[in-house]
């Protein structure tokens, strides 16, 4: 019987470890730069982020559960919901309550 495996030159093999190191080294480095991507994106929005902005970010728990959260640095609030609308609708209350600052209505 004959043995294919033994019938490979010592370059194939090195060929075939080296094309697979290789691969490896190349995923290795797209996952690195898309970290440093990453890192790079959150850093710039940090740097040019306006401190008093309205903040709006969504979460997943461990159970998988998603929700909504918020926090308004001008009135120091936060708010947490599982649903879209009732985020909306704290937006606008906290939109609201800017209005009635800026105009003087604030005393009713």
Do not use: H
Request: glycine residues 4%.
């Amino acid at each position: 019987m004959r043995n294919d495996l033994g019938c490979l030159e010592s370059k194939d093999i090195d060929t075939n470890c080296n094309s697979n190191l290789n691969s490896k080294l190349i995923v290795g480095n797209t996952y690195i730069k898309k970290i440093l991507l990453d890192i790079w994106k959150k850093l710039r929005q940090a740097l040019l982020a306006d401190p008093n902005e309205l903040k709006v970010w969504k979460k997943v728990d461990r159970q998988g559960n998603k929700y909504w959260c918020a926090y308004d640095p001008k009135t120091d609030k936060s708010f947490a919901s599982g649903s879209e609308a009732e985020l909306r609708i704290w937006i606008e209350q906290v939109s609201r309550s800017y209005n009635y600052v800026r105009t003087g209505f604030s005393n009713w």
